[in-house]
């Protein structure tokens, strides 16, 4: 529901395809970013995003109060000779009901860092600048801040990923990319995390 790009996409009802449907409430969110640049250094931004996110109301009658999501980000990137950084950290404020903060986490955070690097310019005849990179992802979310209110222990639920990557892009629009990536998510309760990797394929292009 908050943070994604971690390979883990939390939406409340369980149905991705409701990212396409109506809106569930009629009521608007806001977002905004202001960033400031300076050449030979990079761009820093600070964004904000917040409105209303649960169905509050049925057919005219009311079901549950208005909760809000507020999502506050910073982000950065720059070049160091020839790798290109990006990072970004955001921090989540959800309002849910009392006696579900700790299940649901009413307070997240995320941060990830990528390095790109090109490594080969094959001449191609037909294709314009056509370059293949290495890339490097490093990512850490953590689902629910806080500390149980019974025992005062911290409450993880947390993905701390590595992700390498080798793409092409024949022109500027387009990718072919392949990733491999290691992720490491430790549950609610702090047990020895569970660790798993795999790869992925992808092609993605801009019209």
Do not use: C
Request: net charge negative.
């Amino acid at each position: 529901m908050i943070l994604n790009g971690t390979g883990r996409t939390d939406i409340p009802s369980g149905k991705t395809e409701d990212r396409f449907a109506e809106d569930n409430n009629g009521s608007p969110a806001f977002s905004g970013r202001i960033a400031a640049q300076r050449r030979g250094y990079g761009e820093v931004g600070v964004s904000w995003y917040g409105g209303i996110y649960n169905t509050f109301r049925i057919e005219g009658e009311p079901v549950d109060e208005k909760r809000r999501l507020s999502i506050v980000a910073v982000d950065f990137n720059t070049e160091v000779q020839t790798v290109s950084l990006r990072a970004e950290a955001a921090w989540a404020s959800v309002d849910v009901p009392a006696d579900l903060a700790e299940l649901l986490g009413d307070r997240q955070w995320g941060v990830h860092l990528d390095a790109v690097m090109p490594v080969w310019r094959p001449g191609i005849q037909g294709l314009q600048n056509p370059v293949v990179s290495l890339g490097l992802r490093l990512e850490r979310v953590d689902f629910n801040r806080g500390s149980f209110g019974s025992t005062g222990l911290s409450i993880h639920d947390e993905i701390d990923a590595l992700t390498a990557s080798v793409s092409f892009r024949p022109a500027a629009g387009t990718v072919f990319r392949a990733n491999y990536r290691r992720e490491s998510f430790r549950d609610p309760a702090g047990n020895p995390p569970s660790k798993t990797g795999g790869f992925q394929v992808g092609f993605a292009t801009y019209f």
